[in-house]
């Protein structure tokens, strides 16, 4: 009887996930199938793979009503990619007449170079603790430091006893290494901090820095000229690094394990950074669609819709599946993305302000798509007032409140909270703010620009825990990312209705602004009148 009715449960499961779905939800089962299909083989950055994923896009953006927004009237913004493979790397430390070389793998891991295919690097080596200046908080890690022409030693990862948010944008290597090129620096290297080594060990730095890195680059590049990323160092390497020099590493350990601040100084040794890279270049595309708004005051603004359309293609096999699908990440958002677009052509009232549906390339790679766009969009870049950021919403499970990363920064927030509130769900803070997911997705690239911006998740109440538990330890980054995960359809539904109605919020009402004194509306000089 029990094996009679276990059959049955089976029976009727097969066909409840084989019946029809409702237009509405079919149409997103079949964006995202399309997406996650094999043939597509994971949608690489630069792949002919993720040309098609891109055609797909514009299609869809076009038979939503959407005009092309991208380069010389086209659905297409071609964002030119410079990558770099790591071939070899070496490491030597001189103090006096002793040279100590640290151990490739153990005690450091290079970092390939993406304008130098042969780089050497010499200097002394000065630690600045965690390579912070926050001038609201009166903090300069760098006082008393003298590093011009020097290389610089910083912790890995945030500050502690930041916002969690503050904490990662200060974690973040880039913003670290304009840091220290500001002040002369030739080159930073990052070492393991306790944080970093309670969340993970070193090999997980090596296995991530012994890939190709990538960025995009332009002629008359106007950015910071950022010290050289030399390498990441390990505890064990740095117990060689400070080893004779003023500052007792061991010391310095316990201080950041204790969460104090770590004495700085120069560590009395040079150090020379070798590095062998094979660098090619490459374009891929943002593709971007625009509908118009309708307000003769308010149409020339525009509130940018986003989703990264790329994934990470094709790595080792899994249980002989080697194809990184990426249906959750972030087929789904992508999916949501055009049916929201859809909305908008259905609903009969056009948006007072104009809209921007953007499919991002690259942010698999470190939001390059999405830095790019901030930085020289297809539109006036005065004209860009929000940024909704739609990642790998985790659509397996009824939903019953919504994350939205940044959400408390802006005026964004409150009209969120309101929309929410009218679909029977909650805006729920960050449950998991040690993930620095903030620094993580493609809305911090407009953060940067200055733009109000929020990307936004299911959250974890009632069954939302276990289900994004579920998913980030078992599919994440992984073949099983694919159509076979227990999609809930209404419930992808649900998260869509939710983007159209804080789109259309932000389209027709009041312009998003900062929050009055807000550390990100202050750091990058836009307006907060809150």
């Known amino acids: 009887m029990k094996a009679a009715l276990l059959g049955a449960a ?27 299909n ?7 950055t630069g792949s002919p793979e993720l040309d098609v994923a891109a055609a797909y896009v514009a299609a869809q953006m076009e038979a939503a009503g959407l005009a092309p927004a991208g380069d010389n009237g086209t659905w297409r913004q071609m964002v030119p990619l410079v990558a770099a493979r790591p071939l070899s790397a070496t490491v030597t430390l001189a103090r006096g007449d002793k040279s100590v070389p640290l151990e490739l793998g153990s005690d450091f891991i290079g970092r390939a170079s993406l304008s130098d295919a042969e780089r050497d690097v010499t200097g002394e080596v000065v ?44 974690g973040n290597r ?45 002629p008359g590049d106007t950015r910071t000229a950022a010290a050289p990323q030399l390498a990441a160092i390990s505890q064990a390497g740095a117990e060689k690094l400070f080893a004779g020099s003023r500052l007792n590493w061991s010391r310095v350990r316990a201080a950041d394990a204790a969460k104090r601040p770590v004495p700085t100084g120069a560590l009395a040794v040079t150090a020379t950074f070798s590095q062998r890279s094979e660098i090619v270049r490459l374009a891929s595309a943002n593709i971007l669609g625009r509908l118009a708004g309708s ?35 972030n087929a789904m958002g992508i999916a949501a993305m055009l049916e929201v677009a859809k909305a908008f052509r259905d609903a009969g009232t056009p948006p007072k302000r104009s809209l921007l549906f953007v499919a991002l390339t690259a942010e698999e790679e470190g939001l390059i798509g999405s830095d790019y766009y901030a930085r020289f969009p297809t539109v006036p870049k005065g004209s860009i007032v929000a940024n909704v950021n739609l990642d790998m919403p985790i659509m397996t499970y009824k939903f019953e409140d919504i994350v939205a990363y940044g959400a408390d920064r802006s005026s964004i927030g409150p009209a969120l909270a309101r929309v929410a509130t009218a679909q029977g769900l909650r805006l729920s803070p960050d449950p998991a703010p040690e993930e620095s997911n ?11 620009q200055g733009v109000p911006s929020v990307s936004i998740d299911a959250g974890w109440a009632g ?3 276990a289900a994004t538990a579920e998913f980030l330890e078992n599919h994440y980054h992984q073949p099983s990312d694919d159509m076979k995960l227990p999609f809930d359809w209404a419930s992808a539904r649900r998260f869509t209705q939710l983007n159209y109605a804080l789109t259309r919020a932000l389209a027709d009402g009041p312009r998003p602004v900062w929050n009055k004194g807000d550390f990100f509306g202050t750091l990058y000089a836009q307006p907060s009148v809150q």
């Open 438 to 448: 903030f620094v993580r997705t493609d809305h911090y690239s407009f953060v940067k």
């Open 174 to 218: 880039d913003v670290k290494a304009d840091l220290a090129a500001q002040r002369g620096a030739k080159g930073i290297v990052f070492i393991e901090s306790a944080a970093t080594r309670a969340s993970y060990d070193f090999s997980a730095i090596v296995d991530s820095w012994s890939g190709p890195s990538m960025n995009w680059t332009r």
């Open 38 to 44: 094999d043939a597509l083989k994971g949608r690489q």
């Open 10 to 36: 089976a029976l009727l499961l097969v066909a409840a996930n084989d019946a029809p779905l409702p237009p509405d939800q079919a149409a997103m089962r079949a964006h995202v199938a399309f997406l996650a």
């Open 463 to 465: 069954p939302g825990k």
């Open 295 to 329: 307000d003769p005051a308010l149409a020339r603004e525009h509130v940018v819709l986003t989703a990264h359309l790329d994934h990470i293609g094709v790595g080792e096999p899994v249980n002989g599946d080697a194809i990184n699908n990426g249906a959750m990440d």
């Open 127 to 170: 630690f600045a603790g965690y390579g912070v200046v926050d001038p609201t908080r009166g903090v300069d890690d760098y006082r008393g430091l003298d590093v011009r022409d020097r290389i610089v030693a910083v912790l890995y990862g945030g500050p502690p006893g930041l916002n969690s948010e503050v904490a990662a944008h200060y």
